[in-house]
């Protein structure tokens, strides 16, 4: 049944009466099992001013551009030239300075190359060749001639990064934001899966998550062996307490919790 912008949801089970209270058609939805119509008509008040809130808060949320935003030209995906001939990438970053503003956006002539354990910025110019870049699908990768590339996407706009030993020829991407391989490897995040057999390996997904991998001895939730998991039944679930199992256990985020 719809009035104005609620749209109450009737489910004829046993005695049960209304069972959802739908916002607008959307998953804003509300257990309303047994409950009494006075609280019923209390529900939908919170839902509306919640919604209301919501609406108000996306029309005024803006990104804040810098005031020398027009000295750098689109060059492709997210780079830009600026005055000086040097190449920049735009970021954007979470704005606490204005509360009209929820995003700041900054163009940035670094990325980042790792050494062991540390890391050290280098300038865009001397890393990245733009003529054979390409983006690669709807992904957090990209790759030119000499290097592949993985986004790590943060509040404060994020950084690039070199993947190491990646072979660009080679590389693609597997399901998902983050799984990638080549011919020597498969990655997540931008870092190898070490002890994966790569000509055996297999993701693992359900609906809305790709974290595990296997191959014919092991399992990896996201780049981390999963010490004792049983490779040849190991599966993802939906709709339990936890999100993977095999025949020995039950797991959660990779760890075991039965």
């Known amino acids: 049944m719809m009035h104005g912008k609620f749209k ?3 489910k004829r089970t046993g005695l049960q009466r209304p069972v959802f209270l739908c916002l607008g058609g959307s998953c804003n939805c509300l257990y ?34 810098p005031a020398d935003s027009a000295d750098y030209k689109h060059s492709k995906c997210g780079f830009y030239t600026g005055k000086n001939g040097k190449l920049y990438e735009r970021k954007v970053q979470v704005d606490k300075s204005d509360s009209n503003y929820c995003y700041a956006a900054f163009y940035d002539e670094y990325m ?35 290097n592949c ?6 509040s404060d706009g994020g950084f690039r990064f070199v993947v190491t030993d990646a072979d660009p020829a080679t590389f693609r991407k597997l399901k998902g934001y983050h799984w990638a391989a080549d011919s020597k490897r498969v990655y997540y995040r ?24 296997k191959d014919d001895r092991h399992v ?28 020995h256990h039950q797991y959660n985020f990779g760890q075991i919790i039965n």
Request: charged letters at 25%.
């Open 8 to 10: 109450i949801v009737f």
């Open 220 to 247: 990896f939730y996201e780049n981390d062996s999963i010490a004792g998991a049983d490779a040849g039944s190991f599966r993802q679930v939906e709709g339990r307490a936890w999100d993977a199992e095999d025949k």
């Open 190 to 213: 931008g870092n190898p899966v070490e002890g994966l057999n790569r000509n055996k390996f297999q993701l693992l997904q359900n609906s809305s998550q790709v974290d595990y991998i």
């Open 149 to 154: 590339y993985y986004y790590y996407d943060n």
């Open 112 to 146: 980042t190359f790792y050494a062991g354990d540390n890391f050290y910025p280098k300038e865009l110019d001397s890393v990245i060749d733009l003529e054979t870049y390409t983006c690669i699908d709807s992904s957090c990768y990209a790759k030119d001639k000499n």
């Open 32 to 65: 309303l099992r047994y409950m009494k119509p006075v609280a019923i008509l209390f529900s939908i008040f919170l839902l509306y001013a919640c919604n209301a809130g919501k609406n108000n808060s996306e029309h005024y949320c803006r990104t804040h551009e």
